[in-house]
């Protein structure tokens, strides 16, 4: 299979439209909320839908608004809740309140110099 520059170019244009499509709709989402979280459902469905078609990582700012198990918009304080563990190492907990899943985030503290 052969690329050319043209190819290329034309890939990174698609992808470069599809995050800014993507970059919308989160913002979207982000505003309705709070008087339409169906709508904001919807606007998270489609971007993430944009994103698989045209093969985009999303970004991690964007991968940590959405539940890993239902693939639903969480934002903390309307529909998550956000908890800091101290056990073994210091993590966040983020609990998704639609379907009660769990993700762990460490949190990265100074490292002792000795």
Not at 11 to 17: D, G, L, Y
Not at 24 to 34: C, D, E, N, R, S
Not at 52 to 76: N, Q, V
Not at 82 to 92: D, G, T
Request: net charge positive; glycine share 6%.
């Amino acid at each position: 299979m052969h690329t050319t520059q043209e190819g290329l170019t034309a890939m990174n244009s698609t992808k470069q439209i599809a995050l800014q499509r993507v970059h919308t709709l989160f913002g979207l989402a982000k505003q309705v909320i709070h008087e339409d979280p169906e709508q904001a459902q919807r606007y998270i469905k489609i971007a993430r839908k944009i994103a698989m078609r045209t093969r985009l990582r999303l970004p991690k700012e964007y991968r940590s608004l959405i539940c890993r198990k239902c693939k639903s918009f969480i934002l903390p304080g309307v529909n998550c809740r956000i908890r800091i563990q101290q056990r073994r190492e210091p993590h966040m907990v983020i609990t998704c309140l639609n379907c009660g899943g769990h993700s762990r985030i460490p949190l990265k503290g100074r490292k002792k110099q000795c």
